[in-house]
């Protein structure tokens, strides 16, 4: 078994309660002022952070010992890749010599078909009227081909090169073959893995007579992350695929020496800055400890980002720009070799001209104007970067033996395991998300129902599922397409709720900003929650509304206020507002804050949901879309007859 030799260092807290911080000055003095503040609150539940890998992150950490490394693989900048993606080779082609006179200098040619086409790509068929006028010789070139299919796609470009005469040797064209990572997205394998394997040595040994010295195979993390997996289980696939490909050179005879060469890298850049700065450099260091454990000295690997597709909103769009700034940030610090952005539109359809800009804008300005580029691993000796850099390795290793322990990758694949192991870390991430706790801008905090529409050159293709599998395929899944569905199907019924405010703005504006924020999550429009002067212009006012759901929105204190003309002896504000409200035809009464003492008389009141923070809301606006749903087949049925 390989051994793992990078040690994880102590963090500033080492995680212990008991004791009051490392023994460096003023750590202590700060501890005693923190516990001040908290007034009894734990320390560690308030203060340490908790990633999808359990590791924790602490408030402040000792300066570490770690020295720069030189990350990437060529000295100087990284790479500013655009996605060659359109189906139309001509037009292609125009996009693409835009992107390289506005500042990029290499192109992914996405196929159609590949798991990165998202229903668009590129026919093989159109390579050569894609890459017209483009100098390969100036550029870097990365390939994405359709699943299975990359020695049609190889054979393809090769004769484009060969046509024009070009040096195969000088040209950096990393051709993307994974077959592991076209197992897991598919859930099919057209041959058994050991005869699948036995294929990659050939095709890397065709290119290799071609003359072609760049990476054949790519251990790809992407469709590990976009099936939900966390950053430990993404770093392990990729580590466990990295050695698969080694093996399978090795037993073809290729010297381990040229075998790593033949493989290059691929991780995901999401907006969590430690984390993925963490995860590029981890790599890294994993893959260093492989080569150690085959006798061969370490070198630089090619590592390439892609901001990641799972994070990206389909709703306020705009806001993906701001998320793709951080993971590009992010992964230049992490030393990535190339980064590619994923426009801010893609969700929505095919990038135009203006998207695509910004996507390439945002690195060159982080290049260029930030300088980023310059320091050679600027996060070295940070304590918190180093501390979590060690123990993303080490929860990693412990992830790649077991793999390597159930036969490898492929075997875990076929039977189902590890698509399990990540559909428990997704499901775990949704339900953050569903009750706000990895809070979401524009989608679950602060959501836009007047967002301003964007163009993109065409519609989104409804991804087909996936039929006739061996095992289950891993799918890609953005995080918030549950609330989108819930919004879309909310706002094409004009839901409106109306906000019952009680009390003056110092009494009601919490709850009422929070009501909005729930309901306008869900999509559904909310009204009258400016205060109202007497209990009956709330009524009035509700009537006028034509909402069928309303919200209660006040203090504890106001709710519990006894109602001055109570027609029931020792009913509350609350309950009043409730009865009114019903009993003025309101379908669904909600109130925000707990029930408490009095959540029985507020239910018998007429009361039917309260809206409290941490609650699910996601399955709140499912139940309360449903209940709307058939008030209107209800109603409708009604008018009919």
Same mark, same amino acid.
């Given at each position: 078994?390989?051994?793992?030799?990078?040690?994880?260092?102590?963090?500033?807290?080492?995680?212990?309660?008991?004791?009051?911080?490392?023994?460096?000055?003023?750590?202590?003095?700060?501890?005693?002022?923190? $516990?001040?503040?908290?007034?009894?609150?734990?320390?560690?539940?308030? +203060?340490?952070?908790?990633?999808?890998?359990?590791?924790?992150?602490?408030? +402040?950490?000792?300066?570490?010992?770690?020295?720069?490394?030189?990350?990437?693989?060529?000295?100087?900048?990284?790479?500013?890749?655009?996605?060659?993606?359109?189906?139309?080779?001509?037009?292609?082609?125009?996009?693409?010599?835009?992107?390289?006179?506005?500042?990029?200098?290499?192109?992914?040619?996405?196929?159609?078909?590949?798991?990165?086409?998202?229903?668009?790509?590129?026919?093989?068929?159109?390579?050569?009227?894609?890459?017209?006028?483009?100098?390969?010789?100036?550029?870097?070139?990365?390939?994405?081909?359709?699943?299975?299919?990359?020695?049609?796609?190889?054979?393809?470009?090769?004769?484009?090169?060969? !046509?024009?005469?070009?040096?195969?040797?000088?040209?950096?064209?990393?051709?993307?073959?994974?077959?592991?990572?076209?197992?897991?997205?598919?859930?099919?394998?057209?041959?058994?893995?050991?005869?699948?394997?036995?294929?990659?040595?050939?095709?890397?040994?065709?290119?290799?007579?071609?003359?072609?010295?760049?990476?054949?195979?790519?251990?790809?993390?992407?469709?590990?992350?976009?099936?939900?997996?966390?950053?430990?289980?993404?770093?392990?696939?990729?580590?466990?695929?990295?050695?698969?490909?080694?093996?399978?050179?090795?037993?073809?005879?290729?010297?381990?020496?040229?075998?790593?060469?033949?493989?290059?890298?691929?991780?995901?850049?999401?907006?969590?800055?430690? +984390?993925?700065?963490?995860?590029?450099?981890?790599?890294?260091?994993?893959?260093?400890?492989?080569?150690?454990?085959?006798?061969?000295?370490?070198?630089?690997?090619?590592?390439?980002?892609?901001?990641?597709?799972?994070?990206?909103?389909?709703?306020?769009?705009?806001?993906?720009?701001? !998320?793709?700034?951080?993971?590009?940030?992010?992964?230049?610090?992490?030393?990535?070799?190339?980064?590619?952005?994923?426009?801010?539109?893609?969700?929505?359809?095919?990038?135009?001209?203006?998207?695509?800009?910004?996507?390439?804008?945002?690195?060159?300005? +982080?290049?260029?104007?930030?300088?980023?580029?310059?320091?050679?691993?600027?996060?070295?000796?940070?304590?918190?970067?180093?501390?979590?850099?060690? $123990?993303?390795?080490?929860?990693?290793?412990?992830?790649?033996?077991?793999?390597?322990?159930?036969?490898?990758? @492929?075997?875990?694949?076929?039977?189902?395991?590890?698509?399990?192991?990540?559909?428990?870390?997704?499901?775990?991430?949704?339900?953050?998300?569903? !009750?706000?706790?990895?809070?979401?801008?524009?989608?679950?905090?602060?959501?836009?129902?007047?967002?301003?529409?964007?163009?993109?050159?065409?519609?989104?293709?409804?991804?087909?599922?996936?039929?006739?599998?061996?095992?289950?395929?891993?799918?890609? @899944?953005?995080?918030?397409?549950?609330?989108?569905?819930?919004?879309?199907?909310?706002?094409?019924?004009?839901?409106?709720?109306?906000?019952?405010?009680?009390?003056?703005?110092?009494?009601?504006?919490?709850?009422?900003?929070? @009501?909005?924020?729930?309901?306008?999550?869900?999509?559904?429009?909310?009204?009258?929650?400016?205060?109202?002067?007497?209990?009956?212009?709330?009524?009035?006012?509700?009537?006028?509304?034509?909402?069928?759901?309303?919200?209660?929105?006040?203090?504890?204190?106001?709710?519990?206020?006894?109602?001055?003309?109570?027609?029931?002896?020792?009913?509350?504000?609350?309950?009043?507002?409730?009865?009114?409200?019903?009993?003025?035809?309101?379908?669904?009464?909600?109130?925000?804050?707990?029930?408490?003492?009095?959540?029985?008389?507020?239910?018998?009141?007429?009361?039917?949901?309260?809206?409290?923070?941490?609650?699910?809301?996601?399955?709140?606006?499912?139940?309360?879309?449903?209940?709307?749903? @058939?008030?209107?087949?209800?109603?409708?049925?009604?008018?009919?007859?």
């Amino acid at each position: 078994m390989i051994a793992h030799s990078e040690p994880a260092p102590a963090s500033a807290e080492a995680h212990d309660p008991d004791l009051p911080g490392p023994n460096i000055p003023g750590v202590q003095q700060w501890r005693a002022l923190v $516990e001040k503040v908290l007034k009894g609150a734990e320390f560690e539940r308030v +203060l340490v952070g908790r990633t999808a890998d359990g590791i924790s992150i602490d408030p +402040l950490y000792a300066k570490a010992s770690g020295v720069p490394r030189a990350l990437r693989a060529e000295a100087g900048r990284w790479a500013v890749c655009q996605r060659l993606d359109h189906p139309d080779g001509a037009e292609a082609n125009r996009l693409a010599l835009a992107d390289l006179t506005g500042g990029a200098d290499a192109l992914t040619l996405v196929c159609e078909g590949a798991r990165a086409a998202r229903g668009f790509g590129l026919p093989v068929a159109a390579i050569p009227a894609a890459l017209n006028d483009v100098h390969l010789d100036l550029i870097r070139l990365r390939v994405e081909p359709p699943p299975f299919a990359g020695q049609a796609v190889s054979a393809a470009l090769s004769a484009v090169i060969a !046509r024009r005469g070009l040096d195969a040797g000088s040209l950096a064209v990393d051709w993307g073959i994974d077959p592991l990572g076209d197992m897991a997205s598919t859930g099919t394998a057209p041959k058994p893995w050991p005869e699948l394997a036995a294929d990659a040595p050939v095709l890397v040994g065709s290119l290799r007579a071609s003359g072609f010295t760049g990476a054949v195979l790519r251990a790809d993390g992407r469709v590990h992350h976009e099936a939900g997996a966390t950053e430990a289980q993404e770093l392990a696939a990729v580590l466990a695929s990295g050695v698969a490909y080694l093996r399978a050179l090795e037993a073809a005879g290729v010297p381990l020496d040229q075998a790593r060469r033949a493989i290059s890298f691929t991780l995901v850049a999401d907006a969590d800055e430690f +984390l993925t700065v963490a995860k590029l450099r981890a790599l890294r260091r994993l893959w260093a400890d492989v080569e150690r454990a085959c006798g061969l000295a370490p070198e630089p690997i090619q590592l390439a980002a892609e901001t990641a597709w799972r994070m990206t909103t389909r709703h306020d769009p705009f806001v993906n720009m701001l !998320r793709n700034t951080m993971a590009v940030f992010s992964a230049a610090v992490g030393g990535a070799d190339v980064i590619t952005v994923l426009p801010h539109t893609a969700p929505l359809g095919l990038a135009d001209e203006f998207a695509r800009r910004m996507a390439r804008n945002t690195q060159i300005i +982080l290049a260029e104007e930030s300088n980023i580029w310059r320091v050679a691993d600027p996060a070295a000796g940070a304590g918190g970067f180093e501390a979590l850099t060690a $123990e993303l390795c080490d929860k990693t290793w412990g992830l790649f033996q077991r793999i390597e322990g159930e036969g490898g990758l @492929a075997a875990m694949l076929a039977s189902g395991a590890w698509q399990a192991e990540v559909a428990t870390a997704r499901e775990a991430r949704a339900r953050q998300i569903a !009750r706000r706790k990895q809070p979401l801008t524009g989608t679950t905090a602060f959501p836009n129902l007047d967002e301003a529409p964007v163009t993109v050159l065409m519609p989104a293709v409804e991804q087909q599922p996936v039929t006739a599998t061996a095992f289950p395929p891993m799918k890609a @899944a953005r995080v918030s397409e549950p609330i989108e569905r819930l919004r879309d199907h909310a706002m094409a019924r004009d839901y409106t709720v109306f906000l019952a405010t009680l009390g003056k703005p110092a009494d009601f504006a919490a709850r009422a900003g929070f @009501a909005r924020g729930v309901f306008e999550t869900g999509g559904l429009r909310t009204t009258g929650s400016e205060g109202f002067a007497s209990y009956e212009a709330l009524i009035a006012a509700y009537r006028a509304s034509g909402a069928h759901v309303a919200c209660i929105c006040s203090s504890d204190d106001r709710y519990d206020s006894l109602a001055a003309d109570a027609t029931i002896a020792g009913e509350t504000l609350a309950e009043e507002a409730a009865r009114g409200l019903t009993a003025a035809g309101c379908d669904l009464v909600m109130l925000a804050g707990a029930g408490g003492t009095r959540e029985t008389a507020r239910r018998e009141a007429g009361v039917s949901d309260f809206l409290v923070a941490g609650m699910d809301v996601v399955d709140f606006l499912d139940r309360t879309m449903a209940l709307l749903d @058939a008030q209107d087949a209800s109603s409708v049925t009604e008018g009919g007859e």
